[in-house]
C-alpha cells in the first residue's frame, strides 16, 4: 500500500495516526480503520474500505496498486474525506481528475 503524503484523516489525531500506519505497515488487524483510495479497478473517483478488507489474499496481490488518499475511525468520516475531496475538485475545477487535484 502507498500513502499519500498529507494524508486526509477524520477523527484520528496525529499520535494515533503515527500508530496506526505503524500498526498497517506491520500488516496488524485494526478495527474500525476505514481507507480512502483511488479506484483499485481504474473505475470512479474514490473508493472506500475497511482496512481489513485489504488485508484478504485476494488484495494482498494488488498491495502496490493500493494508493491510500485518507484514514478514518469509522465509514461516516470516509464518506467526509471522500466529500471535502470531491467539493475540492468541483471547486478546482479539474475535471474530477483526482489525480491532478492532488497534485499526482
Known amino acids: 500500500m502507498q500513502l499519500l503524503d498529507g494524508v486526509y484523516t477524520y477523527g484520528i489525531s496525529e499520535k494515533k495516526l503515527d500508530k496506526t500506519l ?6 496488524k488487524i485494526i478495527p474500525g ?6 479506484p483499485l479497478f481504474k473505475d470512479g473517483i474514490l473508493e472506500i474500505y475497511d482496512y481489513n478488507q ?3 489474499p485476494f488484495y494482498k496481490t494488488m498491495d ?7 484514514i478514518s475511525k469509522d465509514r461516516a468520516g470516509a464518506n ?3 466529500t471535502e475531496i470531491v467539493q475540492g475538485m468541483y471547486d478546482a ?6 489525480r491532478k487535484y492532488l497534485g499526482m
Open 54 to 56: 485489504l488485508l484478504q
Open 93 to 98: 475545477n479539474v475535471d474530477f481528475d483526482v
Open 22 to 27: 505503524k500498526k498497517m505497515k506491520n500488516g
Open 64 to 70: 502496490d496498486s493500493i494508493f491510500i488518499i485518507g
Open 33 to 38: 480503520l476505514w481507507l480512502v483510495t483511488l
Open 80 to 82: 467526509e474525506i471522500v
